[in-house]
């Protein structure tokens, strides 16, 4: 895809005043960094940072069916969150195989959120249109296009945004709740949400207001952030990057995420007898976490050994700011999956030593 084929975002000329350089990701020419990856996963970690989701998807399923249409497109009962809660959840193939993971917000009792990965927008449409059965009363609204979306996250995200929007900011809104606010004559969505592993906010606005807010929250001297740190911050949290930690040949047993499927409610979901016989199976691979031992630079791609021989691949790896080391997701048979299984990462023709360690990477303080 040529540089003049992607979509840009809509805050574009922001990213440009911030001194964002920018780079392709999933049809789209993104923020990739701007004072730099390490120093804004520093900024992420110890203070506050700011990145720009627009590109992920945003649709509104809004009617009285809109929890049934979605407890049978998804993997959660979503259908039973109260009003201004939050799930995480996923698109499942009838074989069980996982074709996007997303977030799912209840702003009300007949209104979702749902927020799906950029890559996967379209398909994610036609996959959940297609459970619309004749007589629902459902309606599907795709904001993608006519909204701003950001993410403020880091430790003192709370307080900027409570400087910045004021004695209408949600204090006290508990992780995994949303709700809405007014903000410069618009609507704003506020979640406790994020994917840095830190405390944090997603922000969704109309693209005026999105502009302001984005300014503000610079001036104040929150970070600008982009992919780059994006990455590594989710990497430490060993979040799953989809197209890299999970896809259609991957399972939410296998992946570590059946927190996000629900079998005791008798739902009859898609996937969902795929996924029980999965379960009863048992998983033949897990997804761990991998710290190297010595120097180098495991990648996505890289060959995993264990006594010479090719054990599975590394799925998302990188240098982490905070450990100092570099680090790693790979799926392996479970007999190697066990934590403090030593093991080798193929890195440009020399052998990393590596070894499995309890997940995630990182964890942010209590308090």
Same mark, same amino acid.
């Given at each position: !895809? ?53 590109? !992920? ?5 809004? =009617? ?19 009003? =201004? ?50 007589? !629902? ?9 006519? /909204?701003? !979306?950001?993410?403020?996250? #880091? ?10 929007? #004021?004695?209408? $900011? ?8 949303? /709700? ?11 979640? +406790? ?61 296998? $992946? ?9 409610? #008798? ?31 495991? +990648? ?62 990182? +964890?942010? $303080?209590?308090?």
């Amino acid at each position: !895809m040529t540089t003049t084929s992607l979509r840009q975002l809509p805050l574009v000329e922001q990213h440009r005043a911030l001194g964002a350089r920018f780079a392709p990701f999933a049809g789209w020419e993104m923020p990739v960094q701007y004072a730099g990856i390490v120093e804004e996963h520093r900024a992420v970690r110890e203070r506050a940072g700011v990145f720009d989701v627009s590109h !992920m998807g945003r649709l509104f399923v809004v =009617g009285r069916d809109a929890g049934r249409l979605l407890r049978r497109a998804l993997t959660y009962k979503v259908d039973q969150l109260g009003e =201004g809660e939050a799930h995480y959840a996923l698109l499942c193939a009838d074989d069980g195989g996982i074709l996007d993971d997303v977030f799912v917000y209840r702003l009300d009792a007949a209104r979702f959120l749902v927020v799906d990965n950029a890559v996967n927008v379209e398909c994610g449409r036609e996959r959940i249109s297609s459970f619309v059965e004749p007589g !629902m009363e459902v309606e599907l609204l795709d904001r993608q296009a006519s /909204t701003a !979306m950001l993410a403020l996250q #880091g430790p003192e995200a709370p307080a900027f945004l409570a400087r910045i929007i #004021g004695p209408e $900011a949600p204090e006290g809104l508990r992780r995994h709740h949303c /709700t809405e606010i007014p903000y410069l004559g618009y609507k704003l969505f506020v979640s +406790r949400t994020g994917y840095t592993g830190e405390d944090g906010f997603e922000l969704v606005t109309s693209l005026e207001a999105g502009a302001r807010l984005l300014e503000r929250l610079a001036g104040e001297g929150v970070a600008p952030c982009g992919l780059g740190a994006r990455d590594t911050l989710r990497l430490e949290a060993a979040l799953p990057l989809y197209g890299n930690d999970i896809d259609a040949t991957t399972s939410p047993w296998e $992946a570590g995420l059946g927190f996000a499927v629900s079998l005791d409610d #008798g739902a009859d979901f898609a996937g969902r007898a795929a996924l029980v016989a999965a379960k009863e199976a048992g998983a033949s691979r897990r997804l761990v976490c991998l710290r190297a031992r010595g120097r180098g630079v495991m +990648r996505a791609g890289c060959p995993v050994l264990h006594a010479g021989q090719v054990a599975g691949r590394v799925s998302s790896g990188g240098f982490s700011p905070t450990l100092g080391v570099s680090i790693g997701l790979a799926y392996l048979p479970v007999e190697l999956a066990q934590e403090g299984t030593e093991l080798e990462v193929e890195v440009r023709g020399k052998r990393l030593p590596a070894v499995v360690v309890p997940r995630p990477f990182y +964890r942010k $303080a209590k308090g």
